[in-house]
C-alpha cells in the first residue's frame, strides 16, 4: 500500500461543526460548486498537484449538504486530483440524481469516455487558468476538449482571475459551447465595483453565453469579517459585487459553498454563516429562488422538477 501523503504545510481543514443557519434556503437548493478531497487511502491524489489537502470525501459532503438544507450538489473536480475523476464521479454516482459533476479531461480523451462521464452525472468539463493552481493549458488543447464536449450539451467551467480577462476574453469567445465562471471572475474588491475592471468582466457576461457563480466570498474578501464567531454579516466588501452580478444576469446566476474550501489560508468559514451571506447578495426572494433554484436546476436538471 503507497503511504499517504502529509497535507501541506499550514493547511486549513474544512470547518467540522457549522451553524445551523438563520436563513432557511428555499426548498430545491443547489450547491453549484463544491469538490471532493479523497479519501485520500481510496482515492490518491494526482502525482503533479500543486497542493495536498485534508480529506473531504462525500459522507461528509453529504453530511453538509443535509444540515444546511441544501437538495443538490454540482461537484467540480478539484485540482488535487488532476484528471483521474473518480472520487468526483464515485460521488456523483453515491448521491443518485441529488448530484451532477464537473470534470477535468485530457485532450485525447475517447468519445467512449466521454460518454460514461455523461452516463455518471458529469454535464461539464474545467479550465483552470490560475498559474498558482496548475500549469496553463495550451488554448488548442482546450479547444479541442471543447469541440468533444459540444455535442453532449456540456459547458465548461472558467477559472481565472480578473487581472488576466483581457489577454483570455477572446479565447474564451471562441468556445463553442456555454461558459460557466467560478466565483465572479475573482474580482480585485478594493476597485470600485462600477470601475474598468469589472466592468469589463460585467461586459463579457452581457457579450456572451455566461453564467456566473455567486460564490467564495471569503476568498474574494480583504476587509471582511469574516463569516466565523456567529457573523451574519459578513465579507461586506464583496457585497456590491455579488449584488450587481444578480441584478444585471438573474436568470444567469449560480451559488456554491466551495466546500471544503481548497487552499484557504487567512482564515477556514463556518459554511452556516456563509448560508447567511446569501441574502446580502440577493436580496428579494424572486432573486434568491432564481439564484440557487430555478437556475441551476434549468442547467444541471433541464425538464426536471424540484
Not at 85 to 101: E, F, H, L, T
Not at 262 to 274: E, I, K
Request: net charge negative; with cysteine; proline share 10%.
Amino acid at each position: 500500500m503507497t503511504p499517504l501523503s502529509p497535507k501541506t504545510p499550514g493547511w486549513l481543514d474544512w470547518y467540522r461543526n457549522p451553524s445551523t443557519p438563520a436563513f432557511r434556503l428555499p426548498p430545491g437548493t443547489v450547491d453549484a460548486h463544491c469538490h471532493v478531497f479523497g479519501p485520500q487511502a481510496d482515492f490518491p491524489f494526482a502525482p503533479e498537484r500543486k497542493y495536498t489537502p485534508c480529506d473531504g470525501g462525500k459522507e461528509e459532503l453529504f453530511a453538509l449538504r443535509d444540515h444546511l438544507g441544501v437538495a443538490r450538489n454540482v461537484i467540480v473536480q478539484a485540482t488535487c486530483h488532476g484528471a483521474d475523476n473518480s472520487a468526483m464521479v464515485d460521488a456523483v454516482r453515491a448521491a443518485g440524481n441529488r448530484a451532477r459533476g464537473i470534470a477535468t479531461v485530457r485532450p485525447d480523451i475517447s468519445e467512449g469516455e466521454l460518454l460514461e462521464l455523461d452516463a455518471a452525472g458529469v454535464r461539464g468539463v474545467r479550465f483552470n487558468f490560475v498559474r498558482r493552481l496548475v500549469d496553463t493549458s495550451p488554448e488548442d488543447d482546450l479547444h479541442t476538449i471543447a469541440k468533444k464536449v459540444a455535442p453532449l450539451g456540456w459547458h465548461v467551467v472558467l477559472y481565472f482571475e480578473s487581472v488576466d480577462l483581457p489577454e483570455l476574453e477572446g479565447f474564451f469567445g471562441s468556445l463553442p459551447v456555454p461558459l460557466v465562471v467560478d466565483h465572479m471572475g475573482r474580482p480585485d474588491v478594493t476597485q470600485p465595483v462600477d470601475g474598468p475592471q469589472f466592468t469589463r468582466f460585467l461586459r463579457f457576461v452581457d457579450g456572451n453565453d455566461v453564467w456566473v457563480k455567486v460564490s467564495c466570498p471569503e476568498r474574494l474578501s480583504v476587509t471582511g469579517p469574516a463569516a466565523l464567531d456567529g457573523e451574519r454579516h459578513a465579507y461586506t466588501d464583496v457585497v456590491p459585487f455579488g449584488r450587481r452580478v444578480v441584478e444585471e444576469f438573474p436568470d444567469r446566476v449560480l451559488w456554491g459553498t466551495d466546500w471544503p474550501h481548497p487552499n484557504l489560508t487567512g482564515h477556514m468559514p463556518d459554511d452556516g454563516l456563509l448560508v447567511d451571506h446569501l441574502p446580502q447578495v440577493a436580496v428579494t426572494a424572486e432573486q434568491r429562488h432564481k439564484l440557487l433554484v430555478a437556475n441551476p436546476m434549468g442547467l444541471y436538471w433541464p425538464g426536471e422538477s424540484v
